[in-house]
Each structure stands twice: as C-alpha cells, then as structure tokens.
C-alpha cells in the first residue's frame, strides 16, 4: 500500500523470502541497548545499511521479477532510513495522562509500588514511568473481571446493549485519534501518518465491525435422525488473559479487545513494557463510553508479569 504517509512494504510486490532476508539483516545489524533493549541509534544504523544493501545487491533481481515496481521499492526504503535517522518532534503535542494499572474500573498503584520506565525510541529519553505489575496485582485483576462477569451489570446486558458500547467506543476512538496518534508514534516510534491514517481508522472500523456481530450470534437447532434434540447454544467464555506486543499497541489492542467484548467475556490484559500507554489511554476511553467496571482490566508490567 502506497498510499499517502502510508508507505508499506507488500508481500504483493515482494516474495517471503525477501522478508525473512530483511528480519535476518535488521537482527544482524542491530545492537540492542538503552531503554526497553530496543537499540535507538543502531535502528537508524540498521536501516540505513538494509537500504544500501538492497540497493547494490538485490536491485538487479527483483526489477527482472517486478518490471515497473523497483520505484516503489526505492522510495519505500529512502522514506524508512529518512524517518530513522532524522529527529522530528511529535506533531500534535501530547501529554502522558494515564500511567497507572486499571483495576475494577479504578487507575490505582501497583502493589508492590514499582514503577517502570516508558522511553522515546529515536532518543531514548523517558517519556513517563508506568505502574510495575506483578502476580498479586494479576490476582486482583483476575479476580475483578470474574467478579464482573459472573455478578456485575454485564452479564445481565443484552447483547444489543453491549454493540452499543462499542459504537460508542469507536466514536471516542475516532473523536481523539490525533491524541492518540501522537501518543503512539512517541512511545512506539512510528511515523505519525501511519498511526492517524491507518491504523487508528483501522481501530475504528474494527470496533463497529464486532459491535454489528454482537447481537447476531446465534445457535443452531439441528435436525437429527431419531427421537433427538441437537441444539447449540454459544456463550461467553469468562476471563479472557490477553497479551499484546509492541509494534502495532492501539491495533493489536483493538483486535483483542473487541472481539472478547462483543461476546459478553471479561478481560485481563498485559500491554507490552514497551509500548504501554495507548493501551491505557485505550481503556480510558472503553469506560467513559459505557463499560461496567471490571470488565476490562490493565496490568502493565515485563513478561514475568
């Protein structure tokens, strides 16, 4: 997709294998250090040696194979190394509002009180220091959403109801996407087009795609063979665990979010050490649209976690 802001490496112009190559030389390439082991400086080093590489080893090749798409691939790998190794600052400003653990609808402290650092990946300055969570603080959560799925308002809402709060979500998501945009280009490092004009439109559109399902899934009476009754019935789970990584936070959030929301399960999720803020912001914004406390729940925090 080459759209405006949005230029992205395809698998329709490149084969696998090319991609595999790719990965193989950034982890070569790259040495990890500073905040998060997320190696700032040898990323831009990275891709600038990736960019040299494919333009006096692989050029010859993929133009005999993809006549007319070496431009493409040309202006994919300057805009990368250009947005790597030049410093802009965050366009629109934003503020770090939320940093704490979301637990039965509440922002409080860890409870072990450790907090962790959430660092800038073109300068490795510290953009804010975020709640530490840890097994006890997992229990509390766990033990919120079970609490809100079995006796809270939730499961006694319709699922029509629930689509709702989807809606209204989704509209909160399109109402602050700049905010939020901006938030996960500083945390994640991203350009900050494709944050605001891909994957936030993405989250969107993903939330109203799961709020039109809620109400529209249904079982099944089946005929059977013999004096017999075949009926299935779908129901939520329970407590969803989910973990998200840090490359796409506000997409992967959306992904794992709604689908368990739409179903009627409530949720404890781990946002990645990396990239934890969006996440936050995320479910801010769940609750004021309408979610009982409890539903979902924030723990941030390492992979012990």
Known sequence: DFSSGGWLISSAFLPPSFFCLFCWLIFLISDSSGCHNRGITAGAMASRKVSSFLSRSLASSIRSRYEGRTS????VVSRYSTAAAVEQPITPPVNVKYTQ??????FVDSASGKKFKTCDPRT??????????????????????????????????????????LLRFADLLEQHTEEIAALETWDNGKPYEQAAKIELPMCVRLMRYYAGWADKIHGLTIPADGPHHVQTL????????????????????????????????????????????????????????????????????????
Request: glycine share 10%.
């Open 72 to 75: 493409h691939l040309g202006r």
């Open 101 to 106: 653990l979301l637990i039965d609808g509440k």
């Open 124 to 165: 490795g300055d510290v953009i804010a220091e975020v709640a530490e969570g840890d097994t006890e603080d997992i229990n509390r959560a766990v033990k919120a959403a079970r609490k809100a799925f079995d006796e809270g308002p939730w499961p006694k809402m319709t699922a029509y109801e629930r689509s709702k709060i």
């Open 234 to 305: 779908h129901e939520p789970i329970g407590v969803a665990g989910q973990i998200i990584p840090w490359n796409f936070p506000i997409l992967m959030f959306a992904w794992k979010v709604g689908p368990a929301l739409a179903c009627g399960n409530a949720i404890v999720i781990k946002s990645a050490e990396q990239t934890p803020l969006t996440a936050i912001y995320a479910a801010k914004l769940l609750h004021e649209a309408g979610l009982p406390d409890g539903v979902l729940n924030i723990v941030s925090g390492y992979g012990p976690t």
